[in-house]
């Protein structure tokens, strides 16, 4: 009910945010975010990736989350298999993404192709801040234009400049990608559930480093998101029994089992005779 109220809501034109508001803060975002890719730019040369590979994953995958776990699977001398998986499953959010804006926006078949490439992260958020589809368009189409441009140019600039600095490793530049990925998380980790998805991933991730290959320990790691809803289920099942909201388990018994005659303060019932007395005698 609640996404269908969502959704008739964004076919109304009225009552919406201003265009100019809204291409407003879609630049704050795609400026915010698209500086990042000086970041990613350095970490892929740091982990020998050449320049074309560098912005040919920018131009193709343009996914900064999965973009940073491939180099830096790469980088630690993780099997390219082995980043492309991790890459991968962190990319499969923006498919989810993709259903939810596919209602948003109702963008026309021959746009589609074209729009998939800039649902991720940034673009979903801004559209589904907006009270109308026309917003939520206008959201989209700013945060990714000015994001797709921007990351891609700083992520030259972040290719040549390692390629000028020399050993990133040296510059402490290495830690700059999984910084980013954090300060990109942390935002999205409102509830408890989530929270605790985060804390076990990390526990897994660093707790099995030591023990797997390079880029294994990452999927491994995403277990948790699995691990974490079954137990969230168990526990609401064992707080709300069959039957739900706290009431009775169908078939059972709905009335009281009758008091003992023994028991204290029970008042043993004896059969009425006075009114059949009584009318005998009348009679």
């Given amino acids: 009910m609640a996404e269908q109220t969502a959704v008739t809501d964004m076919s109304e034109e009225g009552g919406g945010k201003p265009d100019g508001a809204v291409v407003r803060d879609a630049l704050g975002v795609g400026i915010a975010v698209g500086l990042s890719g000086f970041a990613f730019g350095v970490t892929s040369a740091g982990g020998g990736l050449s320049l074309w590979q560098t912005c040919a994953l920018s131009l193709l995958v343009f996914t900064g989350a999965s973009q940073f776990a491939l180099v830096g699977a790469l980088a630690a001398g993780g099997s390219p298999f082995t980043a492309a998986a991790g890459a991968f499953f962190l990319g499969v959010r923006n498919a989810f993404y993709g259903l939810r804006l596919s209602q948003v926006l109702a963008l026309p078949r021959a746009v589609r192709p074209f729009a998939a490439q800039w649902i991720i992260d940034e673009t979903t958020a801004v559209s589904l ?125 709905t009335t009281a089992a009758p008091r003992d005659r023994d028991t204290p303060g029970h008042t043993p019932r004896t059969p009425d005779h006075t009114s059949t007395s009584t009318s005998e005698e009348d009679r």
């Fill in 129 to 253: 801040a907006q009270p109308t589809r026309r917003g939520a368009r206008v959201g989209f189409a700013v945060t990714g234009l000015s994001l797709y441009i921007l990351w891609n140019l700083t992520t030259v600039l972040g290719a040549l400049g390692a390629e000028a600095i020399g050993d990133t490793d040296a510059w402490g530049l290495d830690a700059a990608g999984p910084a980013v990925f954090l300060a990109l998380l942390a935002p999205m980790l409102s509830s408890g559930t989530e929270r605790a998805v985060a804390a076990l991933a990390v526990l897994l991730g660093l707790g099995l480093l030591p023990l797997l290959p390079a880029g294994v320990p990452v999927l491994v790691a995403a277990l948790a998101a699995p691990a974490v809803l079954w137990a969230h289920g168990r526990r609401h099942t064992r707080e709300d029994p069959p039957g739900g909201d706290g009431r009775r388990p169908a078939g059972a018994a």
